[in-house]
């Protein structure tokens, strides 16, 4: 473009404030600067976190920020990005919360989470994941082994369902000598940067528990790594089978398999993460297990079960469940955690209000997220 083409306040973002771009052509032409790279990398992470902030608080329409996300096609910027895979993250988070879209009389409707994926997928991360790939270049600097580990991250996210993106993930997985035996020998078929896509990848098509009860058994060993263990943990709750993840759960009570004290959170967090059925199932389990929870961290510092309560409570951003956490800790006080409570259940409000926003604006981001796949 010409000098002069598109005009950014704050440029450099040299000073704390968020901007609302109102003119159509204003920022289109930014849009346009994004995608050719013209604006530098510091103004097109400020341009997308103010677009997400904006639009968490209410001034920015959820559909007028698709094109604003797709502008990052062809993004090279380890740092643009980290931002780009938070955004993308809670965004995702949000949109799982939101029920099919029924664009005609007696339809299925149309659900938002899979057209999101389809479009930012294809558009953005797939063009990027095929640029970088999944390997290590010989001279790759540390911002490139940034970028791509970054990007093999968010393709383990949009790109879960792509038959390339699966059959890489299974055959890492497949050459992996397991985690004890990597680091005696040395191994490196499977990076520490891709462990956690790769696992997450795998479990999800993990039609008969194979793949899980690997993983649980490497975790179980006493010479694993325990970098290795806690990215095992991270990664179990991506199961789909329901008596899989209640398992997962339970590694955070006393028992033959349960986790190290400091780790307690992790599988909590591993199934309150993966989808709003697991943010259900973490929060009932909480409720359920929370005595012998307490129990277990009794004398421990009270951090700890605030990371519990974070994990179990924090998954599912509805108003309703807002307020059961506050009934719970109202009923049954935390010691010392009060304010830590506090703190979950306003952040817990806080992304309602973005589920909120995307639930009334469903139609106009869908045909958005439609014209992107087209």
């Avoid at 986790?259 to 409720?287: C, H, I, N, Y």
């Amino acid at each position: 473009p010409e000098v002069g083409t598109w005009l950014k306040f704050n440029f450099g973002q040299v000073a704390p404030y968020r901007v609302l771009y109102n003119s159509t052509s204003m920022r289109n032409a930014l849009y346009a600067g994004i995608a050719s790279g013209e604006v530098p990398a510091i103004d097109r992470i400020g341009l997308l976190l103010d677009g997400f902030a904006l639009t968490k608080q209410g001034s920015f329409k959820p559909a007028e920020l698709v094109p604003l996300l797709l502008a990052f096609r062809g993004e090279q910027n380890a740092h643009a990005w980290e931002a780009l895979s938070g955004v993308l993250g809670a965004l995702h988070k949000a949109i799982s919360f939101v029920e099919p879209v029924v664009l005609e009389p007696d339809s299925e409707g149309s659900r938002l989470r899979e057209s999101f994926e389809k479009a930012v997928g294809s558009s953005v991360v797939k063009p990027a994941l095929d640029s970088c790939g999944w390997s290590a270049g010989r001279d790759e600097s540390d911002m490139d082994k940034q970028r791509r580990s970054v990007i093999v991250s968010v393709a383990g996210r949009f790109l879960h369902d792509d038959d390339g993106v699966i059959a890489e993930a299974r055959r890492r997985f497949a050459d992996w000598p397991g985690a004890a035996a990597a680091a005696a020998n040395g191994d490196q078929s499977l990076p520490d940067d891709l462990k956690s896509t790769v696992f997450r990848v795998v479990l999800r098509h993990d039609q008969n528990g194979e793949a899980f009860h690997r993983l649980l058994g490497e975790a179980g060993k006493q010479d694993t790594p325990q970098s290795d263990r806690v990215i095992i943990y991270s990664a179990l709750g991506e199961t789909r089978d329901e008596n899989l993840r209640k398992q997962v759960l339970n590694l955070a009570l006393d028992g033959p398999d349960a986790v190290r004290l400091q780790d307690v959170m992790t599988p909590v967090e591993s199934v309150a993460s993966a989808d709003p059925e697991g943010a259900k199932l973490a929060w009932e389990w909480f409720v359920r297990e929370r005595h012998a929870l307490e129990k277990r961290l009794h004398g421990a510092n009270a951090r700890l079960l605030g990371y519990v309560i974070s994990a179990a409570a924090g998954g599912t951003p509805e108003r309703a469940h807002a307020a059961a956490v506050e009934d719970e800790f109202h009923d049954r006080p935390a010691k010392d955690l009060g304010r830590s409570v506090a703190q979950v259940v306003e952040r817990i409000r806080t992304e309602a209000q973005l589920v909120e926003r995307l639930r009334s604006d469903a139609k106009d981001l869908l045909a958005a997220l439609a014209g992107a796949e087209a």
